[in-house]
């Protein structure tokens, strides 16, 4: 039996490979073999075809400024003055529970370094914008109603959403959540849809800007796709342009879990983000009444896949909730129920969840304080680090002994912008080059 020797590379005196015109011992005999310019042009053609198809899937972060929470209200007690009004209660809480830089300290967890200046900003943000998305609320927080009763409550919310637009005071961020396909209500669900803003181009002429539907408890992809061309149907019927109806998707089944990237096929370019439903996840799974909290270790595996699912998307993340609320109107339970939320809007942001949702007025001060806290620290370091990279034009940029990457330069630019976003510096203080 004759023997085969294998095809083997000549290896150059550096250790390589001639790239172009390789030379292999075939038999004994050494043979020339490059590839024709043709063959790696098509080779390059598919290259490109994958990169076009992941741009597509995976076009970046939105360029517009996210809200560092939604608000949800029950639709029998929107008005056109509620977020005014919970900004107004808001207040009343800080002065009379945290009135100094010991009380700020103690009640949210800020360094007293920081304190002053975080107060200062709070109040400011309350006064001028306490609620930067709200959510109309016909689902859970609004309750089962007859027909007739949810028709009046819709015709209400179109007639205060159409005060506050025209006295400027509607959110940057507003909408409704509309009932969920998975319990039956699918129909109730688009009927209060179309009465909105059927409802709301008749009373204005035109859908304020900023405006997204909640779509809740998802358990099939095709319920998104449905709900997807209900809008779309819509959209002819009234005459809006294609696609300017946006929705989020609330992410609290275990289906909706397990099924999020054909939940994002589904939705198409529709999907604005993805709001992470603690209490019905974690009722889903089993857990007790008084585990259902955002910071339990059976959350971690859905807000990971949502990260990663989602990464690049576009589609934006939002953490859940919680249901600690004051009490009473003593200080020490006013405290209580702040520590609480601002340890869990902080679990959030170092989690990278920049939103979340706000549910009584006593959260709103403690989601702007813990946000600008966080912002706050290490602010200097970021601005410096991230001009020493543009001054540096990315050649081994670093500072104090921090040699930093692209990918960092770009979070710390991202985590900069979205503080000038939420009122926690003001823009000056953080010009950038570029």
């Known amino acids: 039996m004759g023997h085969h020797r294998a095809l083997t590379p000549v290896i150059t005196p550096f250790g390589g490979v001639p790239i172009g015109n390789v030379c292999l011992s075939v038999f004994g005999r050494e043979t020339a073999v490059k590839l024709t310019l043709s063959s790696l042009d098509e080779l390059s053609a598919r290259v490109e075809e994958v990169r076009a198809e992941h741009d597509r899937r995976y076009p970046g972060d939105p360029a517009e400024r996210q809200p560092v929470h939604t608000v949800y209200v029950p639709a029998d007690r929107f008005t056109a003055s509620t977020p005014a009004d919970l900004g107004a209660e808001a207040l009343r809480l800080l002065d009379a529970h945290a009135p100094d830089r010991a009380a700020m300290a103690a009640a949210f967890g800020v360094d007293q370094s920081l304190a002053d200046a975080v107060r200062r900003r709070v109040v400011a943000k309350l006064s001028r914008e306490p609620v930067e998305d709200v959510r109309i609320d016909f689902e859970d927080g609004y309750g089962v109603r007859d027909d007739e009763e949810e028709d ?146 059976a959350c971690e595996y859905a807000r ?71 912002h706050l620290t290490g602010l200097d370091e970021a601005v410096d680090r991230v001009r020493s990279w543009h001054e540096a034009d990315g050649a081994d940029a670093r500072t104090d002994g921090v040699i930093d990457e692209p990918a960092t330069i770009k979070a710390l630019t991202n985590r900069l912008r979205r503080a000038v976003d939420c009122g926690a510096v003001d823009a000056d203080e953080v010009s950038l080059p570029g």
Do not use: C
């Open 152 to 297: 009046a409550h819709v015709a209400r919310a179109v007639e205060e959403v159409a005060k506050a637009y025209e006295a400027r005071r509607l959110p940057y961020y507003w909408g409704l959540r509309v009932r969920s396909f998975a319990d039956g209500g699918h129909e109730r669900g688009m009927r209060t849809l179309d009465g909105f803003l059927t409802g709301l181009a008749e009373r204005l002429g035109k859908l304020p800007g900023g405006f997204v539907v909640t779509f809740p408890k998802i358990i099939a992809p095709e319920h998104v796709a449905i709900f997807a061309d209900f809008l779309s149907r819509f959209e002819d019927e009234i005459g809006l342009p294609q696609n300017m109806l946006r929705f989020e998707v609330q992410i609290e089944t275990p289906e909706s879990v397990a099924g999020l990237r054909e939940i994002v096929d589904a939705a198409g370019s529709r999907l604005s983000a993805a709001h992470f439903g603690v209490y019905d996840y974690t009722a889903a799974l089993g857990l007790p009444p008084s585990e259902q909290r955002l910071d339990h270790p």
């Open 304 to 374: 990971h896949v949502m990260q990663v699912t989602l990464a690049g998307t576009g589609v934006r993340l939002s953490d859940g909730s919680t249901n600690i609320v004051p009490a009473s109107d003593e200080t020490a339970d006013v405290n209580r129920a702040w520590r609480r939320h601002a340890a869990l809007v902080r679990y959030s942001l170092f989690h990278g969840y920049n939103q979340g949702w706000d549910m009584h007025a006593a959260h709103l001060a403690s989601r702007f304080a813990t946000v600008y806290a966080f």
